[in-house]
């Protein structure tokens, strides 16, 4: 039988909403991200059935789920290795060593509280950990004390949205990255084919005379009559 993180019998059960679980295997140094299995803290027969949240003897409540590698939720199960909570937190405890703290622990209160308080749509908008639960998805879950520009569970930065009101910036340069090595000078290769491409539009009519933009008018020239014949010119013909 699993041992419970604390065998307090003043540890009670809560109903609740369930929330996203951790992606990675919580236990220390383990990367294991598949096939995890959802693991309750306290067995259903501690807390009598199958409670997603607990409200331990210290009064604070706590998310009872989590997911655990194959390898070590076997661990677990053979009782060579246990969740041990102490100070308000969780621990791997193994037969052999001291306790270590989980790498990702289970939501606390005030992730109840946001699940669980009835909130008008207007609140719901502004709510900023409601808003971050929904916009990570359900692979990820909320932290107490996140930093609201990092994933609380992969710890990767989240992309900033574009505001839409922002005016879009005018660009007077456009650049382009090129090899240089022993085998090639890009640089030098472009301003070969762009040389010869306006010699090319002058023969035919078409000269772009000289200047700071004349490089663009010649690429732009040179890349439509491409796109242009481009058929004849990749065809078998």
């Not at 199958?50 to 199960?77: A, M």
């Not at 946001?114 to 929904?134: C, H, I």
């Amino acid at each position: 039988m699993t041992l419970s993180p604390s065998e307090d019998r003043r540890t009670e059960g809560i109903d609740g909403p369930s929330y996203p679980l951790n992606i990675i295997c919580p236990v220390p140094g383990c990367l294991q991200s598949g096939n995890l299995q959802r693991h309750h803290l306290w067995r259903k027969s501690d807390v009598i059935g199958d409670k997603w949240w607990i409200r331990t003897k210290d009064e604070k409540i706590h998310g009872n789920c989590v997911r655990i590698c194959p390898h070590h939720h076997r661990d677990l199960t053979d009782n060579i290795a246990h969740i041990a909570y102490l100070d308000g937190a969780f621990w791997w405890k193994d037969i052999l060593g001291e306790p270590i703290l989980l790498e990702w622990q289970p939501p606390t209160e005030g992730v109840y509280e946001a699940l669980t308080t009835p909130r008008s749509a207007s609140e719901q908008k502004d709510d900023p950990d409601l808003l971050l639960v929904e916009k990570l998805g359900a692979e990820h879950v909320l932290a107490p004390g996140h930093e609201p520009d990092i994933c609380p569970t992969c710890l990767r930065k989240l992309p900033k949205p574009k505001e839409k009101t922002e005016a879009q910036k005018v660009r007077k340069t456009w650049s382009v990255a090129v090899p240089l090595d022993r085998w090639e000078d890009g640089a030098d290769v472009i301003d070969t084919l762009l040389e010869e491409a306006h010699k090319e539009l002058n023969k035919n009519g078409l000269p772009y005379g000289e200047g700071k933009v004349v490089k663009y008018y010649i690429l732009t020239a040179a890349l439509g009559l491409f796109v242009t014949h481009a058929s004849s010119l990749m065809g078998d013909e």
